[in-house]
């Protein structure tokens, strides 16, 4: 099971953010790359992609507050 966090480089001023989006459903099949999710970090968006191919299974749901380091999603190998 690979983990899908929010990377923690993208906190400067701020200690929290918000999940805008998701790209796909719980159970999609993703590929490395894939554009899973997208953060709202101080007005600006940052995309979170899937580090691995496998299964997404989401641990947040959208306008849930995340910080750095936060699981968002896992992705389970086939």
């Keep these: 099971m690979i983990e899908v966090k929010i990377p923690e480089d993208l906190w400067t ?7 805008t989006n998701w790209y796909f459903e719980s159970g999609d099949r993703v590929a490395p790359g ?3 999710a997208d953060i709202m970090v101080a007005k600006a968006v940052f ?6 191919a496998g299964i997404l ?13 936060d699981l968002v999603a896992t ?4």
Excluded: N, S, Y
């Design 13 to 19: 001023d701020t200690t929290e953010g918000a999940l």
């Design 57 to 69: 299974r989401r641990c947040v749901q959208v306008d849930d507050v995340v910080k750095g380091g």
């Design 75 to 78: 992705i389970v190998a086939e």
């Design 47 to 52: 995309e979170i992609e899937a580090p691995a």
């Design 34 to 36: 894939d554009l899973v």
